[in-house]
């Protein structure tokens, strides 16, 4: 980590901060004393001492998070104490509502005029697309949000009607959610939606308990359109960088075919 260490991080965001009201002596040194800090995030000074001086075990997940309230660190910050004090990314915080979409990111999608585009949230709402994916999977704008959710379309929805290769798709979507409801934490809304889909569909009950975990990554999908006929998509998953929980999933027609018969669906959508 470039020579970095949990220590010099906290003492540097420490030094960073308003001091805290004069008791009654004059400080030659800037910032927050150690002794507010530990008070802040609820841990004693001897411990949070130890932790500026690289001593004891790893703090604990809520030890972290109480540190970066104390600290008022976010975004790339929270990330870099997670690094430092746990050796791995912090689990992602389920916004209240979708982060919003920059509009550069709408621009970016809009711009691609035959290849489906949509960015999904921590929760695998749909919270942009643009026309080519609307020809593909239907209008998101017309639908209400509560009903934009990727898994529950996939499993509660037509998929199954179109997709050539459904059950090998559905392993691969189940492998990356199982990753982020145990970066969610079991009583996320990540792990909600798990136990809601168990509930109501036989399918995601019998794939669930399985082991196998994955990414989102890069692959192929084939399938059967109503309106284009059959199509294979090359698809990859990118992380909206500085919006966090966002990714935007890409589906570029894998032949010249593909792409005409795409041409045509978006052609035919009304303006």
Same mark, same amino acid.
């Given at each position: 980590?470039?020579?970095?260490?949990?220590?010099?991080?906290?003492?540097?965001?420490?030094?960073?901060?308003?001091?805290?009201?004069?008791?009654?002596?004059?400080?030659?040194?800037?910032?927050?004393?150690?002794?507010?800090?530990?008070?802040?995030?609820?841990?004693?000074?001897?411990?949070?001492?130890? &932790?500026?001086?690289?001593?004891?075990?790893?703090?604990?997940?809520?030890?972290?998070?109480?540190?970066?309230?104390? &600290? #008022?660190?976010?975004?790339?910050?929270?990330?870099? !104490?997670?690094?430092?004090?746990?050796?791995?990314?912090?689990?992602?915080?389920?916004?209240?509502?979708?982060?919003?979409?920059?509009?550069?990111?709408?621009?970016?999608?809009?711009?691609?005029?035959?290849?489906? =585009?949509?960015?999904?949230?921590?929760?695998?709402?749909?919270?942009?697309?643009?026309?080519?994916?609307?020809?593909?999977?239907? /209008?998101?704008?017309?639908?209400?949000?509560?009903?934009?959710?990727?898994?529950?379309?996939?499993?509660?929805?037509?998929?199954?009607?179109?997709?050539?290769?459904?059950?090998?798709?559905?392993?691969?979507?189940?492998?990356?959610?199982?990753?982020? +409801?145990?970066?969610?934490?079991? =009583?996320?809304? *990540?792990?909600?939606?798990?136990?809601? !889909? *168990? /509930? &109501?569909?036989? /399918?995601?009950?019998?794939?669930?308990?399985?082991?196998?975990?994955?990414?989102?990554?890069?692959?192929?999908?084939?399938?059967?359109?109503?309106?284009?006929?059959?199509?294979?998509?090359?698809?990859?998953?990118?992380? +909206?960088?500085?919006?966090?929980?966002? #990714?935007?999933?890409?589906?570029?027609?894998?032949?010249? #075919?593909?792409?005409?018969?795409?041409?045509?669906?978006?052609?035919?959508?009304?303006?």
């Amino acid at each position: 980590m470039l020579g970095l260490t949990l220590g010099a991080f906290l003492r540097e965001h420490r030094r960073r901060l308003p001091p805290a009201p004069d008791r009654g002596t004059r400080r030659r040194t800037p910032g927050l004393r150690r002794e507010d800090v530990a008070a802040r995030a609820g841990v004693s000074v001897v411990w949070y001492t130890w &932790l500026e001086q690289n001593r004891g075990g790893p703090p604990s997940d809520e030890v972290l998070e109480r540190l970066c309230a104390a &600290l #008022s660190l976010g975004g790339a910050d929270r990330e870099m !104490l997670f690094l430092l004090g746990r050796h791995r990314a912090p689990p992602l915080r389920p916004p209240e509502m979708p982060p919003p979409v920059a509009p550069v990111v709408q621009r970016v999608m809009d711009a691609m005029p035959d290849t489906p =585009a949509l960015v999904k949230n921590a929760l695998w709402d749909v919270v942009a697309w643009n026309r080519p994916a609307v020809a593909l999977w239907g /209008d998101y704008g017309a639908t209400d949000p509560a009903h934009r959710n990727l898994l529950r379309r996939f499993f509660l929805g037509g998929a199954r009607q179109h997709l050539v290769d459904w059950e090998q798709t559905a392993r691969f979507l189940l492998g990356a959610f199982r990753v982020d +409801v145990a970066r969610a934490g079991p =009583a996320s809304p *990540q792990a909600v939606l798990a136990a809601e !889909l *168990q /509930d &109501l569909d036989p /399918d995601f009950r019998r794939l669930w308990p399985q082991i196998a975990v994955g990414w989102h990554g890069v692959g192929r999908k084939e399938l059967v359109h109503p309106v284009g006929g059959r199509l294979r998509l090359d698809y990859a998953t990118f992380d +909206v960088v500085g919006a966090e929980g966002l #990714s935007m999933l890409v589906f570029t027609p894998a032949a010249a #075919s593909d792409r005409d018969a795409l041409a045509r669906m978006v052609a035919a959508l009304p303006e």
